[in-house]
């Protein structure tokens, strides 16, 4: 894994910004696969002024998303394709038809599953997926487990995860309690990886995935095992990690 080291919040969302922009631009119909929570954001706003101000274009480009809430509809203020609506995509000259969000009301998620990550191979996969990292080491929403679990499916989120995202709502009460989220497989197969880490509350969590065993209590650590994948990281969240 290479590892950039950035100074802060801002230069991580620079940086970040402009190795997905390098991405767009060499491949304008390029499958990226798009992360939400509070990391990202910084990169989302650089990449529409590059949009906006610099001419890239986002018009071939194809996208799917991590996860979703279980039982959010998509017009929830919560809900991820909210997030991504308002945050990204209609900034840019995407065309909406080529986002995917997995389906937080699907009756079957299992089926849900399965058609979603055969939706990513029809599209002939993601080249370059985004992510970010979980307190607790999670990727998208897989939560640390026995096992790393391979398909898009239903998870039960960790009291962790429903403490980190109480702040995005009223009450803690009000985070769902699940959510729908791409597998291992989907990600594992991207062929690049971009993962960004920010702050000192994901410091022990880099450590783990960078310096630790690969272990399914800690997610991220698959990552290992990725031949392409880069780590952008603030000093804090890299405070914990004996980089030379
Ligand atoms: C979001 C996602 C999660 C977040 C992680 C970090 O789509 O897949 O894994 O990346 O929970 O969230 P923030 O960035 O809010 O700290």
Known sequence: MLVIRAKNYEELSRKAAKYIANQVELKPNSVLGLATGSTPVGTYKELIRYCQEEGLSFRKIRTVNLDEYYGLRPDHEQS??????????????????NTHVPDGLTQDPCAFGEAYDEMISVLG???LQLLGIGSNGH????EPNQHFVAPTHLVKLSENTLEDNARFFDSIDEVPPQAITMGMRS???????????SGVNKAEAVKGMLEGEIDPMLPASILQLHPDVVLIADNEALSLCALE
Do not use: T, V, W
Not at 80 to 97: A, P, Q, S, T
Not at 187 to 195: E, H, S
């Open 125 to 127: 996969g993601i080249d």
């Open 80 to 97: 991820y394709r909210h997030f991504m609506d308002h945050n990204l995509f209609d900034h840019i000259d995407i065309l909406k038809e």
């Open 187 to 197: 990600i594992m197969r991207a062929r690049r990886i971009l993962i960004l880490a």
């Open 139 to 142: 990727i998208a929403f897989n």
